[in-house]
């Protein structure tokens, strides 16, 4: 079943939050899903902890170096999809993880250090690509993007990406206030209450996009092989 690897050195790039999103969005449409959780900070297994976990999601955490290929290959048995959520260094750990990915996300904000991290990953998927002899196809995410206004910084990172002839998704990540309300009360974004969290809908739209095109990716690649 489809791996999906979230990646990029750099911290609070949004990798565990578009990570959560996508897992949801999935496990929603009826896909078993199960969530490698190889951040430190394990987010993702504080979120399942609180109320609200659809049944179709599974958490691993406790992951190590030694251990995420087998328990990568584990989950691939049992879930129709998994993702996972790597820690924000260029470890041994996030090119193992990597080197058995179907798809690497890598999210980026605005700024010029989110590309030179992002341009790390890159680097890295490239040479996991040479050891395994098969193409690893991967994507860059724009997050917490402006849903009204596309800042200069972004627009300046876009056209870098871009001229390096970087595939970027065509769904980014809008900064929503329901995407920071999923880790501090759970569930899904269809569990938010409209009258205390603001614009949940678009939030909602947003991810469904988001995963719509993950899903196209992933189709496309497996046609192409």
């Given at each position: 079943?489809?791996?999906?690897?979230?990646?990029?050195?750099?911290?609070?790039?949004?990798?565990?939050?578009?990570?959560?999103?996508?897992?949801?969005?999935?496990?929603?449409?009826?896909?078993?899903?199960?969530?490698?959780?190889?951040?430190?900070?394990?987010w993702i297994s504080q979120w399942a902890s609180l109320p609200g976990k659809p049944e179709n999601i599974s958490i691993v955490s406790g992951v190590t170096e030694d251990g995420i290929v087998d328990q990568i290959e584990a989950a691939s048995g049992t879930s129709q999809f998994v993702i996972v959520d790597l820690e924000g260094t260029a470890s041994l750990m996030?090119?193992?993880?990597?080197?058995?990915?179907d798809l690497v996300l890598i999210p980026i904000q605005g700024s010029s250090m989110d590309a030179r991290g992002g341009a790390k990953t890159i680097r890295l998927i490239s040479n996991q690509a040479k050891m395994a002899r098969r193409a690893i196809p991967h994507c860059v995410v724009l997050t917490r993007t402006s849903a009204a206004v596309r800042s200069r910084a972004l627009k300046n990172v876009h056209e870098q990406l871009m001229s390096g002839g970087i595939d970027i998704c065509e769904t980014s990540i809008v900064e929503r206030a329901a995407y920071r309300d999923l880790f501090d009360y759970g569930g899904t974004l269809s569990d938010l209450d409209p009258s205390q969290v603001s614009n949940v809908d678009k939030a909602i739209e947003n991810a469904r996009q988001f995963a719509g095109e993950v899903v196209g990716k992933l189709k496309r690649s497996q046609e192409d092989q």
């Open positions: 079943m489809p791996v999906i690897s979230f990646a990029n050195p750099k911290g609070g790039a949004g990798k565990t939050t578009s990570a959560l999103i996508l897992a949801t969005q999935l496990s929603e449409g009826g896909a078993s899903v199960t969530i490698i959780d190889a951040d430190p900070e394990r996030v090119a193992n993880a990597i080197g058995m990915s």
